[in-house]
């Protein structure tokens, strides 16, 4: 026992320490504290609290400065006695009580070699040390929004709850007697409607920012002084079509990748060529020599953003630029442009060579055949550029790795889209290079912030965070889009509304780009276990329970530590001990039975089962700070590689069900976030000042309309899977607000059934001459108010906390109410035809093609192709108009038969949802010319179809003298 314990303070070579061993010195105060604890909560966050004696102390822990009212402290001393390092155990003023794994394991590992022991020391001597101790920056900070608004906030919530309650008992009370079905369908919609509200408002009960401090890190990590101990980070890009996907888009992402602001041997970049193409990899082949340009030049200058496409087009940033920055960088500047150019121009004729395929097929420069010439059906093909052993920069330093990577494709494997070239990219980066941190961004979505890495190591590298957070989620920001934002394509209510209410939650849901995991997460792991972490309910009595628990068991487990010397580090004990499947509640225990070594050998068979065949893949997984296994022999690593990207790899094997990106559904991203969140990770919203990434979003009508709709379609694919959020993931680790989050993400879709038909209620009612509401008296009026006014000042409190403006929320709900009549309404149907017949969804990819040869740049705007999805809001704008026609005409011929106020009523009714289709409106007007008069005439002809009809039907229905429109 002595020897283990040895070894895992000395890592086994080193002499023996002096002395080992925990010694409490005194019964914590327990009680006394807790009164205390609660009044620091209550001043929490408006000012620091003087540390006064033993009760309350400003501690800096590893980079976190914290009021503590209780602290115990785990220290290391030397031989002599003398303290050389302290963690901090205790209860904080914020509620939480530090889980200090990683600090602990970070001292313990820095001092191994040193003559040292741990002790646990009491309060007042911790305090004295630590306050000898310079303090430490904190890595990031997370902010509650405005108090005042806050509450405002959620005061207009509970209101509008109320008042929606309310309006039901009266919408229900009060039944229309001659039109009854007109009544019971509004009614059905409008409860659906409220009911859906209830699932989008309540995740937005908690909102939250949070700030990074990039210097902090810089100083912890990557400092002039010390080697730099920043983690390695792999970045995957995402491409597929090199026609929709310019390869100069994807060159610019890739140049930004490498010119990054991190450590270069840290950095390595992946692109998954899903398209098999010629293009794409010679492509890269250029890349990779021009970023030997490029990269020093934006390291020199520090320029951004660092896509060079991107950073020429800013002419006049860049004048200021040159003026302030005088001679030598002028000079620089000019030639790197022309170099720049000169590069465009190569992919621009590789382009057009590109263009149509020679009848024997490509060929690469040297004549060989190109493997990849039937794109569904080749071997797998990887090709590594730069890094360590490659070429360096004219500048004589190294270039991080690029490594172009194209899987195996077989037509009669499913090859799972996105997701599929995910997985494979993790594997064959498992190997190559085995960063534990991974990011990936589509080809169109450049690091618009060279600190972006930086930002998300924030978090990664905190050690109170780190062992929790699965993945650090950027917003999704946008270059080249209309002024007045047509389609809403900057999304602004969800990236700067929901998302900030789910960081309050367990974290933001992962949306596909822009997004750094950890590995761990990926490989289907399961976080830390800290049974506190997920209930913020403060029964302080609980509390207490739980810290003398966790106390007891810390100790416990820092034996344990000492045993398990072997085993990499604590940080995936539990989760891999899951994997075995032998081990206790505790997740301990077992592992000292089977000895050092055993276990490994015994979980062989399930490692397989999960991770599939690759013993080294395998082997690299157990590598907690990444890099390779010390058994990889490098003569061999290309050729492992470029197995695990075998098609026939994934057989039999947990990829895309258990871990990493899981199939199953066209939005992945969704589906992905939500199964790591079910085993109870938490995520991060990171939002710089600078946006850290941007992308192009689809510029008009028709390819924005059919994002939309695969949106939607993966949704339903969710709804109705395995992974549906309404059964999937009980007695995890979902938080339940995050549960509503999720399902709400997949059943909007279903939303679109009532919205169709309510927005067809009003011409109804026009035509029929019925209401939905009996009568329109003054309570149907304050009652419709009451309801409208909630619903803009809950809208109007979000722009506030949430940063938007008001144009974003209104273009936002019209494009809430033109997708749902639309491509959402065709998903649900698509959903359910492919449930039933099985028949599979395709992924249409956004054309990223960006209209850089001049001209109108927003030409391509109102361009739009035929397609079924603008049928059903055609018709909805038609059938209103007509509506609205026969009720003025009714008006003229048959002179008042109703009272002004229910004609009022609905011809607001009617106008009303006109409105809401205004953009849908002016993406039509553009160029209908042939194909778009056609689908006029149909909708015109349908909707004067369904008008008659209804008339007929109703008169059929109900009592003619009573019923009929006119008489
Ligand atoms: O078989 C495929 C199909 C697509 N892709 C890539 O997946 C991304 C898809 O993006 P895009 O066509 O631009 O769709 P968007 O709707 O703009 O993408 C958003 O929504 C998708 C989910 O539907 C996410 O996967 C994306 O990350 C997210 O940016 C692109 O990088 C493609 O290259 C592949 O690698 N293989
Ligand atoms: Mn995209």
Not at 107 to 124: F, P
Not at 860 to 873: C, M, N
Request: overall charge positive; proline content about 5%.
């Amino acid at each position: 026992m002595m020897s283990s314990e040895e070894s895992f303070i000395h890592g086994g070579t080193q002499p023996r320490p002096a002395q080992i061993g925990i010694v409490i010195r005194s019964p914590p105060p327990w009680p006394s504290k807790f009164s205390n604890q609660r009044e620091l909560s209550k001043a929490e966050g408006k000012r620091p609290i003087e540390p006064s004696g033993s009760t309350s102390t400003n501690i800096a822990m590893n980079g976190i400065t914290k009021q503590t009212s209780y602290e115990k402290a785990l220290c290391m001393i030397d031989s002599a006695g003398k303290p050389l390092e302290t963690v901090m155990m205790g209860l904080y003023n914020d509620g939480t009580v530090e889980e200090d794994d990683a600090a602990v394991t970070e001292m313990v590992e820095k001092r191994a070699g040193e003559q040292s022991a741990t002790i646990i020391i009491e309060e007042e001597t911790a305090a004295e040390i630590v306050e000898q101790r310079p303090k430490i920056e904190r890595l990031n900070k997370a902010k509650q929004i405005n108090g005042f608004i806050l509450f405002v906030y959620r005061l207009t919530i509970m209101l509008r709850f109320i008042i929606l309650c309310q309006f039901f008992r009266f919408r229900i009370s009060r039944s229309v007697k001659n039109a009854h079905g007109l009544w019971l369908v509004s009614v059905i919609c409008e409860i659906w409607f409220g009911v859906s509200w209830i699932f989008d408002q309540f995740p937005k009960w908690k909102p939250m920012t949070r700030k990074t401090n990039v210097n902090a890190l810089r100083a912890r990590f990557w400092n002039e002084n010390e080697p730099c101990t920043l983690d390695p980070i792999d970045v995957f890009v995402s491409t597929v079509d090199p026609m929709k996907e310019p390869p100069l888009v994807t060159a610019n992402t890739v140049l930004s990748i490498l010119a990054v602001d991190y450590p270069t041997d840290k950095v390595s970049c992946y692109i998954s060529d899903d398209g098999a193409s010629l293009l794409t990899s010679e492509t890269t082949i250029l890349t990779a020599s021009f970023a030997r340009l490029w990269v020093p030049f934006c390291k020199k200058y520090k320029i951004e953003p660092r896509a060079p496409e991107v950073y020429f087009s800013k002419d006049l940033h860049c004048q200021k630029e040159l003026k302030k920055r005088g001679g030598i960088f002028i000079k620089e500047w000019r030639v790197m442009k022309r170099w720049y150019g000169e590069f465009r121009e190569q992919i621009k004729t590789y382009v057009d060579e590109a263009e149509k395929m020679p009848g024997d097929g490509w060929k690469m420069r040297n004549g060989v055949p190109w493997p990849g010439n039937d794109s569904q059906h080749h071997a797998g093909m990887i090709q590594v550029f730069l890094g360590p052993t490659g070429k360096k920069d004219v500048k004589e330093n190294y270039l991080p790795k690029l490594v172009y990577v194209s899987r195996e494709k077989n037509p009669t494997k499913p090859h799972h889209k996105k997701a599929g070239a995910m997985n494979a990219l993790v594997r064959a980066s498992g190997i190559l290079s085995n960063g534990p941190y991974i990011l990936n961004v589509d080809c169109d979505h450049y690091f618009n912030n060279s600190c972006a890495l930086l930002e998300a190591m924030c978090f990664m590298m905190d050690p109170k965070l780190s062992r929790k957070i699965c993945f650090v989620q950027f917003p999704q920001r946008f270059d080249g889009i209309d002024k007045d934002d047509r389609y809403a394509n900057r999304n602004v209510v969800f990236f700067d509304v929901n998302m900030k209410g789910l960081d309050g939650l367990q974290g933001p849901a992962y949306v596909g780009t822009g997004c750094c995991f950890s590995r761990e997460a990926i490989y289907g792991f399961y976080p830390i276990s800290d049974e506190d972490y997920h209930d913020h309910v403060h029964d302080h009595r609980e509390k207490f329970r739980s810290i003398i628990g966790r106390i007891k068991r810390r100790t416990k487990r820092l034996f344990q530590k000492k045993r398990l010397q072997r085993v990499p580090r604590s940080r995936a004990e539990i989760s891999r001990a899951e994997i075995t499947g032998a081990v206790n509640e505790d997740g301990h225990d077992d592992f000292q039975r089977y000895g050092d070594d055993a276990w490994l050998l015994l979980s062989q068979d399930n490692l397989k089962k999960r991770f599939g065949s690759s013993s080294l893949f395998m082997e690299s997984t157990f590598m907690e700070n990444g890099g390779l296994p010390p058994s990889a022999n490098p003569a061999f690593l290309l050729d492992e590689a470029i197995r695990v990207v075998g098609c026939n790899y994934e057989d039999n094997c947990d990829w895309g069900k258990e871990i990493g990106w899981i199939y199953g559904s066209v939005t992945e991203d969704i589906l992905t976030g939500f199964k790591m969140h079910t085993r109870g990770w938490r995520s991060i919203y990171c939002m710089p000042s600078i946006p850290a990434f941007k992308g192009t979003a689809p510029i008009n009508l028709t390819y924005r309309l059919d994002q939309v709709m695969r949106w939607a379609l993966g949704s339903v694919e969710i709804l109705f899977s395995r992974h549906c959020p309404i059964w999937y993931g009980y007695g995890g680790g979902l938080y339940k607000l995050q549960r509503v989050a999720y399902i709400n993400t997949v059943i909007y879709p279903l939303t679109s059934l009532p919205l169709g038909v309510y927005c067809v209620l009003p011409a109804i009612c026009l035509i029929s001459g019925k209401f939905i509401t009996p009568t329109v008296d003054s309570e149907t009026i304050v009652c419709y108010s009451m309801l409208f006014g909630s619903v803009i000042i809950t809208g109007a409190l979000e722009n506030i906390w949430g940063g938007i403006g008001l144009a974003n929320w209104w273009k936002n709900e019209q494009f809430w109410v033109i997708g749902g009549t639309s491509a959402h309404l065709i998903a649900v149907i698509q959903g359910l035809l492919k449930l039933m017949l099985r028949i599979d969804t395709n992924f249409t990819v956004t054309s990223k093609a960006t209209n850089a040869d001049g001209e109108d740049e927003f030409a391509e705007l109102s361009i739009f192709r035929f397609g079924y999805v603008l049928l059903p809001p055609i018709t909805i704008i038609f059938i209103n108009i007509l509506g609205l026609l026969t009720a003025i005409s009714n008006a003229i011929n048959y002179g008042h038969h109703q009272t002004m106020t229910v004609i009022a009523g609905k011809i607001t009714f009617a106008v009303w949802v006109i409105v809401h289709f205004i953009p849908f409106l002016k993406g039509l007007r553009g160029k209908t010319k042939r194909v778009p008069t056609i689908i006029c005439v149909w909708s015109f002809l349908l909707a004067s179809m369904l008008s008659l009809l209804w008339v007929q039907v109703n008169s059929f229905i109900f009592d003619k003298t009573k019923t009929t429109p006119h008489h």
